[in-house]
């Protein structure tokens, strides 16, 4: 598997993007940056998160332990679409013990609790991100 500083090596070229202008988008160094991607020095998890939204990935791809990109939908700090909650709600079977496919009432009651812990999670990161600092 890759390890962190590959995978931020890979994202900022796929984006065209200089250690320069990337320092500037996330408020820390060049030299920081350049510890990053040479394996000099270990980000702390808020730059990570940081570094995974601002990319569009998801946190365990970007420090190499997948090699699937996309963040999942609890991940994001915007609110999940319909159609990422449907796509959850069919793939996962926890959710499919409540009926199989679920009716349009059960459907909307679900989507609607996952937008509620979405905002939950959201405002859970947050303070966590508060208290780290």
């Given at each position: 598997m890759a390890t962190f500083a590959?995978?931020?090596?890979?994202?900022?070229?796929?984006?065209?993007?200089?250690?320069?202008?990337?320092?500037?988008?996330?408020?820390?160094?060049k030299a920081t940056l350049s510890r990053y991607e040479n394996d000099l020095r270990v980000p702390k998890a808020e730059f990570v998160k940081k570094a995974a939204d601002f990319f569009n990935v998801s946190t365990d791809y970007i420090m190499g332990q997948t090699d699937v990109r996309e963040q999942k939908w609890w991940e994001k700090e915007e609110p999940p679409a319909d159609i990422e909650l449907e796509e959850f709600i069919r793939n996962n079977s926890n959710i499919k013990l409540m009926g199989n496919p679920l009716d349009d009432k059960s459907k909307d009651d679900v989507i609607m609790f996952l937008r509620a812990a979405h905002e939950l999670i959201k405002e859970k990161r947050k303070t966590k991100a508060n208290n780290d600092k």
């Open positions: 590959e995978r931020l090596r890979q994202l900022r070229n796929e984006k065209d993007i200089t250690l320069d202008k990337l320092a500037a988008i996330f408020g820390t160094t």
